[in-house]
Every structure is written in structure tokens, then in C-alpha cells.
């Protein structure tokens, strides 16, 4: 299916920007979002008609509009399983669906995990800015707890997801993290995202300049990326800080910071994708940096599972169906199998 | 003593027992066997609200009523000639259903003390041994004694033989009505093939009690109904589930387009769901949804890539899939959604048949959000009425209701079958590419201001939909107030001009002017008719319409009721269809209301129309 002829895209980012005018805040995270998908699609072998966004309601999900693909601009929450009708029916259509915090996790929480456990073959870019920002401020199910906001003056007592251990809860097959202010790796990791087959989940830290300004900074900023962040690789010892001087290490189930001075990188712990249980302490790795010990937060791919995705069980089923009972008949079937005649 | 055979033109039995006593499989069974016999036929199976409400009790009767006949059938009938009961519950449930002089047939295991009691008899008082019931004809059997001495040494235990008490039952009923065995032999040896020896069982105690009229002399009149004269040409026997579901696949097949039915189950309508999914070789997708949100979502999403899609609920699941109509309304794709109503609000009573939610169809959305909405008028009328709402929903670019219910849903009758060539022919209309350099308008209408449908894998044709107001003819976001109230008015005449692809309303049967005209739509139409028939040879002046299409309503219709004094609207709710007749035509229409979870009788409807007529 694929349109890349001697590697020159069939269409390049240019062709992906729609006449309409982008709405969001100056300054938001989206934006960069916006462009490295943009930058990555025509990289993909799609044909761009083959190419649906489809998103709920928030800041992000104004996503479609500024895509010059197919898309929809649905109701909040309900992207997944718009998403999900879509890709059953049109199993050959290249899925995208768009959602926030408070799309995917809160209004739209169900339709999230069955679509994860169902593993359809769509990729979704959850852009978690830990706020409700179409709405002007109020806490969001990532918020953290004591969050002071609007609806919230005396801070949350809500205590918040950590979605990603949420996501590999529900069977979710593809589990990534990225943020908007790495384009680099978040143009890596949506490309991994798209070869997955299944139900490919990607958390992406965004930031709400307006109502959530510095969330994420001590992961995006220069001066604390290094240590607060975890890049993790297939294969890879798990390495982190500027110097590159700390490694992870995994004694039975329980993690441990060590420094590099004190082990080698082959004792590290080695990411490996495929491993659930590993995968699910990785998650885990989810203290807020304010408070005390941590681990880094970690970047990257944490799970990846080859499992067959509904649509195509489906398939199946209706072509074995063909196979034992022979195409629908639709006269046979009005007949049935008993009948009487009246007669004049 | 000799038997005598006793000619009638008709006859209605009720079969009533515990809802563990099999007495739909019975009453299933007698429908299958009496439609194959050439009877006109009409049923009504009544369910406890639970799946196993405690045994004996008077919450936990189930019952099934079937009136058949020579003569055209159009009700389940008002009241019964033969009442059938496998214990004291079901007995007293259901005497006053009886017609004076009825006949009894009593299962005496089922009177014993403990049965007594649950049924909630005074101490020591048995209604089939005190002499109460002399009104009636009683006949005692003691079906299990019999069911255990004819599978004496089969080897099977105290409970599976118990099982086969229902045969014993239909066994002899058929006998008093002369009805062969075969159709019930074969379905028993399809659905236990597996089990050679619950075969036997079954067939054994079926035809034992088949013998056991013909040898017991209990029963000395035996019942002749003769094959009905209805319409000449080929039948089968349906329920409305069923037929919505064929309806389906047959509007998906001539609209060359794939089916798509996002469902979460739920009473009285998850049989769609079931009978859909036994059809993939048609192509048919159908999708178990999380929730009815996701159900219908799902579907807006198959429709938006080119699917027939389709949703299937009831009342309270179509009010969680609100918000989502409103959606399909916005973006003007085609979709089905259909509701098997049943009593409400909340969760009501889920098992019991109600025609409440026809203003819930029609106006229930937030914003100004039309729909077309059709009902069903019967059983077999299911397959028509929905497959017309397909074709609308196609044809002109919207989400269309389909209004069935419990009564409908579960209610059988002889259906005369059509042959898919016969079938309106319903076609879809596809955006094509366009010529380079031109601009697509996704909102660009026709002369039915249907826009076309575009889907996802068209080159040149990439657009973007969603739930915000559109811009006329680009659809892009616009918060214009001209064009919000300019679209608002566009996608209500949208709805209105279907009326012009409508047939007119037509007259069921009556003259077409006089003195009262009866309106009435939905499940109705049986309870109605049989009513009107019965004015109209008393002498009376009266005459029946029934509705189909209850958003747009047809065009004559105002004019037609103009052409009686009075008219009135019997529902199975507490005054909607009045309503809308009132509000749109100012007409003093009266309505005439039944909210107690069964259908109407004739006798009531026929006693309503006298004082009016
Ligand atoms: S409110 Fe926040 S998330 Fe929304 S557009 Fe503005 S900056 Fe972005």
C-alpha cells in the first residue's frame, strides 16, 4: 500500500495544512505537536486519503481542523469509539484519534480501555496537559493532588491517574510516553506508534501556557531534563542524568538508583520491551519530583505486544462465515425454513 | 364415550406457569405449528420482569396468549377460550382473562400445599378441588406423575425429566386441535441433537401427551380450526425482532453498502443484536459496544466510512445516546437508530410493552434537531418499516428513527414474505473526485438538500466534520449568527421536504368521510382494527388511519382529518401522538390511553368508539 516512490513522499507536511486558521493560545504545546505530526505523516508510506483524524472535544481536539486529511471533530469523549466504528468497517484506513486528559480519561474513560483491550488498530495521541483548558482552568484527572485551580480553591483531593499504568491495565498493546518540547523523539516515537499493529497509545506532556503554565518544566527544561527524565530503549541499560552517571538497576521486582561509578551498564536493568511485568514497574516510575527521592520519569516505547486486533478477528469471522454457509442468500433468508403456501 | 370435534372460527389459549416451566418454548411451538396449519394468527408472550423470579410465586408467571383462526387474526384476542396453567400463580394471574364458560387445564402437582401458599390462597383453600371454578370447564391433569411414568427407566434424573412437563402440555393441545407433531419433532431434535437422550425424552413426553387426549377421555371435544383465508401467496410465521433485523440486511443488500449494527443489550431489543450476529455471511459487522454511547458512536463512525449503520436500544438507552444523535443530526450522515420500546421512565418496566417515547424520538435533543421518524405497525410490518427508514436515512442524508416495541418485538404472525426483487430499490450517493483545482463542499445539497455522502479513501475529497455549527456548503466552523439561523432552518426543511418521497396517508378501512375518524400508530394497528371492523358492521360511522411516518407526517394528512367530526388517537402512553396532532393542525383530536403495560383490548377500544360514533 505503500506510495513512497524511490522515497519521495507522495505528499509532504505542506500538503497537511488546512486553510483554516490554528486557534490555539500562543505558545501552546500543541503547536509543536501539531507540526511534528505534520512533519511525520507524509514519512509513513500513507496514501493521504487513506488518513483519518478523528478527536472528542478540548483545546486539542481541534487537532482535525488543521489537518488536510479526512477527519471529525466529534463529541467529548466518544473519539475512541467513533474510531472504533470507523477502523471495524475500513479496516485499510490509517486511524488517528486526538484526545486530552480530560477527553480520554475522564468523560470518555470507558470507551478509552475497551478500545485498549480490543486492541483495534489506531493510533491515539493522548495530550495530557493535566488541566481543563477549553474550559478555562478546572482540574483535570491528572491534576495533582492539592491542585488549586477554579473549581478546586481549597486544592483537589481527587486522587489522579497515572495513565499509562491505567493504559497497560486495560491490555493496552502499545504503551509510549513523549512530550511536546522533544520533537526529535516525539517524531520517533509516533512513527513507532503507526508501525504497531494494534491499539498504539501515546501519552504526550503538553503544556498549557494559559492554565497549567510549567507543569511539565522540570522534564522539558535544560537545566532538569537530564536527571528528572529516563529515555528508554529496546534493548538498552536504563541511563539517565547529564553525565549520563546514573543507571537503574532491578533486584527481584524492586528498582534501585545507582550510580555508574558503582556498576557496570551490563548489571543495569535492560529495557525490554516485550516484558509486561517490567513494563508495569516502569509506569510505576511516577513520583511527583516536588517530593523528596525519586525515579526520573520515563520516555519512550515501555511496551510493545504483537496481539491480533479486533478488526481483523472480525474479518476472519465473516469470511469463515462465507466459507461454511456460502454468501448471504437474502431470498433464502426471507424464506426460512418453514413455509406455507396460500392459495387464490 | 365419543368424541365430538367442535368447528370454530377461531380460538385463543393462554399458556401460563412458572418462568421456569418452558412455556415460551409451548407457546413458540404451537405459533410454528399453527402458522404451518394455514391459521391467521396473532400471540402475545408476557415475561416477569426477572430471569428466574421465585418459583411459584405471582412475580415469576409467565405467560403466552395466542388467538388464531380461519379468519383474518389482527390481536392476540381480549380474552381467552382455553386457559392453560402449570400451577396455583399462573391460575390465579390470569383467571380473569378467561371468557365465562372457558376451558381450564390444570397441572395438580402444580395446587399442592407449598404451591398454595406461594400463590398466596387462604389456608386450605384449593380453587380446582372447592368447586369456585364451576363458572369454567376444568380438566385436571397431573402432568408430572404422567411425564415421570412415560420416561420411567430412561435414565434421566427427577429434574431433567421434569423438564419435559411443557411437552406433556403441548402434546395435548395439539391433540384437542388436531395438530400434527412434526414441526415441534424437528425443532426438538435441532435444538438437543447433541443429546440423543433429551431427544427421546422430549418426543416420548410429547407424544404421550398426545395419546393421553386420545385415551384418557378427559377431554371430549376436540377442536377444529381450519386454515384461514388470508391473501393467497407464500408465508412463513415472524416475530418483529426478527423482521427488523431481516429489514436490515435487505436494505443493506439492495443498497449494495455493508451493515454495521453497534448494540448494547438491553430488553426488549437485544434479539436484533442476536439475530444480526447470526448472519456474517451477509457481511454483517455487528459490534457489542462497552456502553449505548459507545454503541451509537461507533456506528457514526462506520457511517462516516461508508457502512449502513445501524443502533438498537430502548427508552433508556436511547436517552444516554442523546448527545450522539445530535451529532449524526450535525454532520448529516445516515444512520438508523431504533428503539423497542418499552415502559418507562427510568427503567420502568423493561419486560411490558408502551408507546412513551415517540416525543423522546421526535423533539428529545438538545438545540433545534429534527429527525425523521418512522413506526411499525406489526410484527411482519417490521421488516418494511425499518428497510423505509434505511432508504431515508440513505437517500436523504440523516439519522432516521425506527420506532418498535416490546408488544412488536416478541408478538408473532403469518408473514407474507417478499421476494428481494420486489423490494424498493435504494440508492446511496457517493461523492466523487473532483476535477484538479476544484474545491469540495462537503455541505453542498441536492435537491432533497441531501449533501453526499464522502467517505474516508477518495482522493481530493479529504474534509473535515464534527459537531460545531457549519458554515453553509464548506462546513467549516462558523459562529455566524445568519448562518446558525440559517442552517437551523435548513436542516428542519431538509426533514419537512421528505414528506414530498412519502406516500400520502391512506385510509386502513372505513368511508372516507363521517363521523369519527380513528388515528392511531405503532402496535396498535391490530387492536384498532379489529375494533373499527366491529363499529363499521354495528353501523357506526367511523373510520381507522394509521401512521407510519410520524416526522415529516404526510402531506394530506391534515386534510384528512378534516373529513370526520372528531377524531381520536388511542396510545399505549399518556397522550403524544395527540399532541403533535393537536400542535401542528389544531385539531380537537381526543385521546384515548392505556398505560398499564399491555396492549389494548378490541372490546375496550370498540366500547370508546361507540360513545364517540
Ligand atoms: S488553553 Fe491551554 S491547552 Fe488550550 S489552547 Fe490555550 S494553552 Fe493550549
Known sequence: MSTVVNDIPAFTAKDLVTDQEVRWCPGCGDYSILKQVQTVIPELGLKREEIVFISGIGCSSRFPYYMETYGMHSIHGR????????????????????????????????????????????????????????????????SELGKVTKSTPMGSVDHPFNPLALVLGAEGTFVARSMDRDPIHLRTVLKRANAHKGASLVEIYQNCNVFNDGAFEVFTEKSSKADETLFIEHGQPLVFGAQKDKGILIDGFTPRVVSMNDVSANDLWIHDETDRVKAGILTRFFDDPKNGPHFPRPFGVFYAEDRFTYETALKKQLEDAITAKGAGDLDALLRGSNTWQVKG | MENTTLHATEATILFAGDSGDGIQ???????????????????????????RAPQGTLAGVSGFQIKFGSTEIYTPGDHCDMLVVMNAAALKANLKQLKAGGIIIANTEGFDPKNLRLAKYPDGVNPIED?????????????????????????LGTKEIDRTKNMFVLGFIYWIYNRSLETTIKFIEQKFGKRPEIVDANVKTLKAGYHYGETSETFMQRVEVKAAQIAPGNYRNINGNPATAYGLIAAAQKSGLPLFLGSYPITPASDILHELSRHKNFGVRTFQAEDEIAAITSAIGAAFGGSLAITTSSGPGIALKTEAIGLAIMLELPLVIINVQRGGPSTGLPTKTEQADLLQAVYGRNGEAPLPVIAAQSPGDCFYAVYEACRIAIEHSTPVFFLSDGYLANGAEPWQYPVSADLKPIKAVFAEALPEGEKFLP??????????????????????IGGLEKEHETGNISYDPDNHEFMVKLRAEKVERIADYIPDQQIDQGPSKGKLLVIGWGSTYGAIKTAVKAALEAGHSVAHAHIRYMNPFPKNLGELMKQYDYVLVPEMNNGQLVRMLRDKYLVPAEGFNKIKGIPFTSTELLEKIKTLA
Do not use: C
Open chain 1, 79 to 142: 473519539a475512541t469509539a467513533i474510531a472504533s466504528g470507523l477502523k471495524i468497517t475500513r479496516p485499510e484506513l490509517s486511524v488517528w484519534i486526538i484526545t486530552g486528559d480530560g477527553d480520554s480519561l475522564s468523560i470518555g474513560g470507558n470507551h478509552f480501555i475497551h478500545l485498549l483491550r480490543r486492541n483495534i488498530d489506531v493510533n491515539i495521541l493522548l495530550f495530557n496537559n493535566e488541566i481543563y483548558g477549553l474550559t478555562k482552568g478546572q482540574y483535570s484527572p491528572t
Open chain 2, 443 to 464: 455541505y453542498k445539497r441536492d435537491e432533497k438538500l441531501a449533501r453526499k455522502w464522502a467517505v474516508p479513501g477518495v482522493k481530493g475529497l479529504e474534509h473535515r
Open chain 2, 25 to 51: 418454548l409451548a407457546g413458540d411451538q404451537f405459533t410454528n405449528t399453527t402458522a404451518l396449519h394455514g391459521n391467521d394468527l396473532s400471540t402475545f408472550p408476557n415475561f416477569p420482569a426477572e430471569i
Open chain 2, 131 to 155: 368447586g369456585s371454578l364451576d363458572a369454567f370447564r376444568l380438566f385436571k391433569i397431573d402432568v408430572t406423575k404422567m411425564t415421570k411414568a412415560t420416561l420411567d427407566g430412561s435414565g
